[in-house]
């Protein structure tokens, strides 16, 4: 998800429009904030990822390319759990 703040986005280094480009988006990007379920679903595609990878019947390059894609989901979904903000219940 983007929460477009043009002055942060790295969609428009060398772009004059005032709107997001989504064909353009960084992982590492500012703008980029995902919820508890975004993070949710990199880890199910991971998850996914590791078993294809885990057949016998791929060539040993696919496996780590899957192994790796799957790595790459798990860390913003391991960062998320590790920097997420939550609300705060209001004491009583």
Same mark, same amino acid.
């Given at each position: 998800?983007?929460?477009?703040d043009?002055?942060?986005?790295?969609?428009? &280094?060398?772009?004059?429009?005032?709107?997001?480009?989504?064909?353009?988006?960084? %992982?590492?990007?500012?703008?980029?904030?995902?919820?508890?379920?975004?993070?949710?679903?990199?880890?199910?595609?991971?998850?996914?990822?590791?078993?294809?990878?885990?057949?016998?019947?791929?060539?040993? %390059?696919?496996?780590?390319?899957?192994?790796?894609?799957a790595?790459?989901?798990?860390?913003?979904?391991?960062?998320?759990?590790?920097d &997420?903000?939550?609300?705060?219940?209001?004491?009583?």
């Amino acid at each position: 998800m983007c929460v477009y703040d043009r002055d942060r986005a790295l969609c428009h &280094r060398l772009d004059v429009a005032d709107a997001p480009r989504l064909d353009r988006c960084r %992982p590492s990007c500012a703008n980029v904030a995902r919820t508890d379920h975004h993070a949710d679903q990199l880890r199910q595609h991971a998850q996914t990822l590791e078993k294809q990878a885990s057949s016998e019947a791929l060539p040993g %390059p696919l496996t780590d390319r899957l192994s790796q894609r799957a790595g790459q989901l798990r860390e913003p979904a391991d960062r998320h759990v590790h920097d &997420r903000i939550n609300a705060q219940e209001p004491t009583t």
